[in-house]
């Protein structure tokens, strides 16, 4: 199902979108969830599905770190905190894209 979106976004975005700032500067040690604490997980890959409006509308997982609470935790992140210029399609309008990013989260202190 998220190939089929993929593929439908690369069809009718011709352009974009492009992140405002760098998203793997959004995520912080700080925003470690507590209950992982003292533990370390792989990077996160997600789909962000990106409105006309330069906000994401939708996260999903394409590769689990292997804790739920993390993958859950950049997903609302993003969602939250990611801004992004949006696509354009062929016309040159505003339209849906996608993104996919991998996330490394930072080690958390202590």
């Known amino acids: 199902m998220i190939g089929l979106a993929i593929a ?8 974009g979108p492009t992140p405002k700032a760098n998203p793997k500067a959004l995520i912080s ?6 209950s992982l604490a003292g533990r370390r997980f792989g990077p996160v890959s997600v789909l962000l599905t990106v409105g006309p409006n330069g906000r994401v509308l939708r996260c999903d997982v394409l590769r689990s770190s292997g804790a739920a609470a993390l993958d859950a ?8 905190r990611a801004r992004f210029v949006p696509a354009h399609d062929a016309k040159g309008g505003t339209t849906e894209g996608g993104i996919a990013i991998t996330m490394a989260w930072p080690r958390p202190k202590g």
Request: charged share 20%; proline share 5%; glycine share 0%.
């Open 8 to 15: 439908a976004m690369a069809a009718a975005a011709v352009e």
């Open 73 to 80: 935790a950049t997903c609302r992140l993003m969602v939250s």
């Open 29 to 34: 040690a700080e925003d470690y969830p507590a």
